[in-house]
């Protein structure tokens, strides 16, 4: 339940909110995907990496918002599946980059920047791996129990 309620929070921001997050978790994680083999990458680099990413994924993810926006979906309600199997994709790649940066050259220092989308993408993206798996987003504990019986 706590998850479905934190993933709400930034679902039900503006687009242009979710798009500028999205954006810039998906830069940190390429960008820990890419000098994860590197031990000292240029911080000049880095920060282009990720703004350069971080402006061509937020932008086509924000345009996405819109043109579901213009087509009957109300910003504040609950966003499609597909909105939220984003979340869990972004969020899946940076903990194969927080990984990979770590058993590389890079270590801790490069995989520092995959740790922002897996901590603020975590609830959406448990939420849209949940949807994906056809489950609903309430705690199993919440579900009545075989027989009618309450747990």
């Known amino acids: 339940m706590i998850w479905a309620l934190l993933a709400a929070y930034l ?7 979710q798009a500028v997050v999205v954006g810039l978790c998906t830069g940190f994680f ?8 590197q031990r000292d990458p ?15 994924a937020g932008v086509g993810f924000h345009l996405a918002l819109r043109a579901r926006l213009r087509h009957g979906w109300a910003a ?3 966003p499609p599946t597909w909105v939220n199997l984003v979340y869990a994709a972004v969020w899946l790649l940076s903990l194969i980059a927080a990984v990979r940066a770590l058993l590389g050259a890079g270590g801790l220092k490069v995989a520092v920047l995959a740790i ?8 959406p993206a448990l939420v849209g791996i949940r949807a994906l798996l ?4 309430a705690h199993d504990g919440d579900a009545p129990r075989a027989g009618g019986q309450p747990g």
């Open 42 to 56: 240029l911080i000049s680099s880095l920060v282009l990496l990720v703004l350069a990413v971080a402006v061509v």
């Open 116 to 123: 922002v989308p897996i901590v603020l993408l975590a609830p």
């Open 134 to 137: 056809g489950r609903s987003t």
């Open 11 to 17: 679902t039900k921001r503006p687009a242009w909110v």
């Open 30 to 37: 390429v960008a820990a995907g890419t000098y994860a083999n």
């Open 76 to 78: 504040g309600s609950v």
